[in-house]
């Protein structure tokens, strides 16, 4: 069963919506989820203010223009675009000038990004549902407990764009285990273009499943064929009104083949352009703090049975670091052009693009060689870039934010219903309005075949870790950036403890809201006469280390003693106006917190 969707050129053509009929390769009905209807049939979208016709007179145009003004957000939605790369470090960010600053430098750059579970298909699961791995399920990469057949693709964020008008697409890497069993399109997807696995992992000779038909290709190298496929799907996704959704997941710089003459022995190595191969053979591999961490005793038993890395295995380890940035050059490069194509198809200013990685990696921190799926900083943190309509240039924002955001702010820049209850939250909220904090804590969850084996909580400060086991770990991030040393047996921590494992136990099971819960705080403001006075309480007002009230968000007073009272001053707010008082709240369990207040003043 397909539906009609107009290609470039007003040509119909048979495009599949689903895991049934459109090829002889079809899958099997997996899933019985009602079809989408097709896009073209609803009402035309607006792309942006460039599209109002030029040939009105100018009194309409200055009505059109007016009532556009008016309109909802909806009217004007964006494509989205989410560029992905895999096992990706925030510090490798550094090699990829082009991508820092066409995306960064134009939009927002996020420096407290995280995942909440550092592996592929995991990762990538909460990407396409906006839910932690507890929630979506898909707990590793493998069958029974992961892998692409235990995601649910019969609700997920390709499903609700499609439903909200968008044509959507995808090319390059997806979910372990895609095209083992068959090389149907997962549902939701107009445009389909999926590596093949396992062949993904090799970077010169790779299958890819073009609408469910499965081609071979060989002697072109993965990423430069990715970026060409997301560049041609643009290019026949922009000349009709409709929005589009495009989904592009680079291998590198994932480990992959064909073996090269300079891989090191006992250590992966992705594969790397011939233009880039030894481009950073002089580099150093970097050792920071943890760094074949000395004293491993506060680490759990696991970790301490980890063998020092001697001179042998650094020399190896730098080669493949140095291939893994080798790598990311293309993977800069593909960014260029991809954004270039929307450049020259007149769609760039109105596109949300995303850049982003599945998990970080280590190189050595804490003694791991290699890989990811651990509760530390260089597994869990992620590079995100996003510019886009709304979406402030030059801006950084400094929030904590999760991989669990991402389909919430796809969904919200879309104007897409989420049919599954968000964990995360939309960072458009954010960025719109850079001093706000949202109060919430981050879950970490980590596991292996067999399911979860751990499940942590991260705010600004501290990084608590409860393992299935019951050995437990606790990291002061301000004063132990590195986590060298976990403080869960000293008994001075033992209160903060405590209060991080009364609210991880809400976390390992939350839904939606109860993901996002905040410190128990409310701001009120009064009015005397002509004076206000603003106040935080609470019942968590014991734990406020810090209270910045401020007007229209302007010079905030500080106030870190009990009660947390201050007045405060509608300066240059005209009489028998609103106002609005923020409480910024910092508490010393690691949290922050706004809040917002409406107050008037007096008229005269
Ligand atoms: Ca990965
Ligand atoms: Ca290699
Ligand atoms: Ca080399």
Redesign the pocket.
């Known amino acids: 069963m397909g539906v009609r969707a107009r290609a470039p050129g007003g040509v119909p053509t048979e495009r599949r919506t689903g895991g049934r009929g459109g090829s002889p390769n079809a899958a099997p009905d997996r899933c019985s989820w009602p079809a989408p209807e097709p896009a073209p049939n609803r009402a035309p979208h607006r792309r942006g203010p460039n599209r109002v016709q030029t040939h009105v007179s100018a009194r309409l145009a200055l009505t059109v223009a007016f009532l556009l003004a008016l309109a909802p957000a909806a009217a004007a939605r964006p494509n989205v675009v989410v560029l992905m790369t895999?096992?990706q470090t925030l510090e490798s960010m550094a090699v990829m000038p082009k991508t820092r600053a066409l995306i960064g430098a134009e939009g927002t750059t996020f420096t407290r990004s995280f995942t909440n579970y550092s592996?592929?298909c995991p990762?990538r699961s909460t990407l396409f549902t906006g839910q932690y791995a507890h929630n979506h399920g898909v707990l590793s990469n493998t069958p029974p407990t992961g892998g692409f057949t235990r995601l649910d693709t019969s609700n997920w964020l390709p499903l609700w764009l499609q439903a909200a008008g968008y044509r959507t697409m995808h090319a390059g890497k997806f979910l372990n285990g895609y095209g083992r069993d068959t090389p149907a399109a997962p549902p939701g997807f107009n445009d389909w273009h999926g590596t093949i696995d396992p062949s993904t992992y090799n970077f010169y000779n790779f299958t890819v499943s073009e609408n469910g038909v499965p081609r071979a290709y060989s002697g072109v190298y993965s990423t430069d064929f990715i970026a060409a496929r997301a560049n041609g799907l643009i290019a026949a996704a922009a000349p009709s009104a409709q929005p589009f959704f495009l989904s592009v997941a680079f291998v590198a710089p994932?480990s992959g083949g064909p073996r090269e003459a300079d891989d090191p022995p006992g250590i992966a190595t992705p594969a790397v352009a011939p233009k880039y191969a030894n481009a950073f053979a002089a580099l150093p591999l970097p050792t920071p703090p943890a760094f074949n961490e000395a004293d491993m005793s506060d680490k759990p038993l696991a970790m301490q049975g980890r063998p020092a890395i001697s001179a042998v295995r650094a020399t190896r380890m730098q080669e493949a670091y140095q291939q893994r940035l080798e790598s990311l050059l293309s993977v800069d490069d593909a960014v260029e052009s991809i954004v270039s194509a929307l450049r020259s198809t007149g769609e760039l200013d109105n596109t949300l693009i995303l850049f982003t990685s599945?998990?970080g990696f280590f190189a050595g921190e804490h003694r791991v060689p290699a890989g990811k799926l651990l509760p530390y900083e260089p597994s869990i943190r992620l590079p995100l870039l996003m510019r886009g309509p709304g979406v402030p240039s030059g801006a950084t924002a400094n929030q904590l934010v999760t991989n669990a955001d991402l389909a919430p702010t796809i969904a919200d820049a879309a104007n897409a219903t989420p049919a599954r209850i968000e964990d995360g939250r939309s960072l458009l909220e954010l960025v719109g309005d850079p001093g706000v904090e949202w109060g919430r804590e981050l879950l970490l969850e980590g596991g292996n075949a067999r399911g979860l084996t751990f499940s942590g909580l991260r705010n600004y400060r501290w990084k608590y870790i409860e393992h299935t086991n019951g050995e437990v770990e606790l990291y002061d991030l301000e004063r132990d950036p590195y986590e060298l040393q976990s403080l869960h047996p000293d008994p001075a921590f033992a209160t903060v403890k405590a209060r991080l494992a009364a609210r991880l136990a809400i976390l390992r099971t939350c839904v939606g809201r109860t993901c996002r819960i905040r410190p128990a705080l409310r701001l009120h403001v009064r009015r005397r006469q002509c004076r206000f006075v603003a106040a935080v309480r609470g019942a968590d007002v014991s734990a406020i280390e810090l209270v910045k009230f401020s007007v229209r968000r302007r010079q905030p007073a500080r106030d870190a003693r009990a009660p947390f009272r201050r007045s405060v001053k509608p300066v240059g707010v005209r009489p028998g106006r609103r106002f609005v008082v923020r409480a910024t709240v910092r508490t010393d369990d690691g949290r922050r917190v706004t809040m917002d207040r409406r107050a008037r003043t007096c008229a005269r």
């Open positions: 895999d096992d592996l592929c990762s994932h599945d998990n």
